[in-house]
Structure formats: C-alpha cells, structure tokens
Nanobody, 121 residues
C-alpha cells in the first residue's frame, strides 16, 4: 500500500508564507504528475499547482506569482511554497498524483488526506 503524507499547513497572517510538503511512501517505482488541490469551505475542490515528471509546471490564475510548486523525484516528494498569502487561500490542501505505481499495481488519481491552511486577515 502506498500513502501520500502532507505536512506544513497551519495558521498564518495575510502576507505571510507557508511551505507544504508531500511525500509518497511505500514500494513505489513510478510517479506521474504531482501537485496540489485545495478546497475552501462550501466550495468545490480546485487545482492549485501541478508539476509534470519532467518538471514543467502550471498554476491556477489566482496563485500565479505567489506560489511555487516543485518536486524531488529522488524523494518521491512534491512541495508548495506559498508566499503573500491571502485570506481567500484558506482551505484544505490536498496532495495529488495522477498515476502512482507501487508493488504490482498502478493507481490513477491518488490523494493525500489533506492539510489545513488558514490565512487570517
């Protein structure tokens, strides 16, 4: 069984920064695109930032210029550096992998359990 474990969420004032980390554990031999989604209270889950296996990135318009996604393939990890945080960035942030291969299986749409980010005004 593989797991995605997030860390780094918390409470921060507007204008502050947080860094989220997500590490995939288990007998993993292949990971596809990795990234982050978020879900604000009463809203649908939305894509925040993604990075491909080759390191190309894309971002939601609302976070461009403020957030940076990166990955470390040797560590099976993805990170989200969040700067100039705004109250509207508040939500549960989920680590996401589009294809995760471990043991003898490959699974699509693999999710972490989420980490809370709260930005106070």
């Amino acid at each position: 069984q593989a797991r995605l474990v997030e860390s780094g969420g918390g409470l921060v004032q507007a204008g502050g920064s947080l860094r989220l980390s997500c590490t995939a554990s288990g007998s993993i031999y292949s990971i596809g695109a990795m990234g982050w989604y978020r879900q604000a209270p009463g809203k649908q889950r939305e894509s925040v930032a993604m990075t491909s296996t080759r390191g190309s990135t894309n971002y939601a318009d609302s976070v461009k210029g403020r957030f940076t996604v990166s990955r470390d393939n040797a560590k099976n990890a993805v990170y989200l550096q969040m700067n100039s945080l705004k109250p509207e960035d508040t939500g549960v942030y989920y680590c996401y992998v589009d294809t995760l291969c471990y043991g003898s299986v490959c699974t699509n749409d693999y999710w972490g359990q989420g980490t809370q980010v709260t930005v106070s005004s």
